[in-house]
């Protein structure tokens, strides 16, 4: 699109009717590129199952149904090797809390090949939910077509297929969920909705400082009976011995390979060498956003939307354990700011894509570019908010209001 409005002043304008086609041929192309990631994932899952995503979470719900020691390395292994299956890194750890290895039960519980094949027909399914509900929740100005794209570039990302067997698009759909919600001024239930992304806290952490600031009470109060919901099902799952184990678990495995993700705390471990600098690092960042947060309470009181889309984005840059897949939630900010930066939000999805496909295809170094991308993201949704507010003064100040006028109210923008 600025490439267009660039050089529309210097040649001949494209027509209509071939603008059409190439947009076409455009969606035709990342919808094949899409479906190739798709088939890595999928081949890459049933050919090489003992190093698939879904070994953990299967691991998790054989241990709680034969009343193991959920959060010890030894039991885990042992699991593993039960199943039949050895991860190339010795184990593929379950770090989730109980609940998720008793709802994925169903599907943990069968043959490894079978609930593999299961589990990736189910993940399809959400995903094809998650994208129809994208095209859903995008301006209804747009047309069919560019609200069919958009879809497809915002939740249908790159990012997003590289792993099947994971989390996304139940986090995805919940989240969108927390967005009809919120709009339709039912924040109680948005809030239990927006528990659900407790599956992984790292997606959504600083969520809760942003609607804080944002005076979002009810929307807090909803989220915290759904997190109190969360430690009552895990106490009734494993008791309160097992749960204390948790904590230093998951910085047990998580410290070691802080420098596999792809936010900026990873980043920085990479550098130093050093998997504790990942969480000092976090720790940084989320007090900056904190601060930011208390700056901009009074725009993200008036726009709510825009407290959940900014705390998302500002989630997965400052977790010190995120993963390509997890930034598939970031389809809920190019809708928050799609009626008036919707195509500079689409155009970083595009460039995380672009990013995805280099890097797991020819150069992993390219995936280092993927956190400054979502820290754009971030600051697209701070532009949008930041509008309202600047137009009004400019208005005020470039239009005083006249004594007649101070008759009418202001109107709310």
Known sequence: MAVGRSSHPYGDPVSWRSGRAFGFLCVAV??????????????????????????AFAVGSHLLRSGGCL???????????????????????FVSLPPVGFVFEPLGLLPPLQGIAVTLTVCGAMFCAAVALTWKLLPAVWR??????????AAGSLVGLVAFLQ?????????????????????????????????????????VPMLVAARQWRTLVGFAIGALGWLAASLELVGPSQLLRWPGFLLQ?????????????????????????????????????????????????????HALA???????????????QDLTVLALPCIVVANRRGDAALLVM?????????????????LRLIPETVLLMAAIVLDDLRTPLHRLGSDRVAHPITAPAMLDPIPHR
């Not at 390979?257 to 600098?277: C, E, K, M, Q, W």
């Open 167 to 207: 989390w996304q698009w139940v986090m995805l759909l919940a989240l969108l969920m927390t967005l009809v919600l919120q709009r339709g001024g039912r924040l109680v239930p948005a809030g239990l909705v927006m528990s659900l992304l407790l599956i992984e806290p790292q997606v959504v952490w600083l969520v």
């Open 71 to 93: 959060y010890c390395v030894g039991s885990q292994l042992a699991t593993t090797h039960a199943l039949g299956l050895a991860p190339g890194d010795g184990i593929n750890p």
């Open 350 to 366: 595009l460039a995380l894509s672009a990013i995805t496909a280099i890097g797991f295809l020819e150069a992993p170094q390219f």
């Open 144 to 153: 069919a077509p560019h609200r069919a794209g958009g879809a497809l570039v």
């Open 30 to 55: 990342y919808g094949a590129i899409a479906a190739g990631f798709i088939a890595r994932s999928v081949t890459g899952a049933l050919t090489s199952p003992a190093n698939s995503d879904w070994v």
């Open 253 to 305: 495995t998580h410290v070691s390979d802080a420098y596999r993700g792809v936010g900026l705390p990873a980043f920085v471990a990479s550098i130093t060498g050093n998997g504790s600098a990942a969480f000092w690092s976090s720790a940084a960042l989320a007090t900056a956003a904190c601060v930011l947060a208390v700056g901009f309470r009074r725009a993200l009181h008036e726009h709510p939307s």
């Open 310 to 324: 900014l705390g998302i984005a500002l989630s997965l840059v400052a977790a010190p354990h995120i993963y390509a």
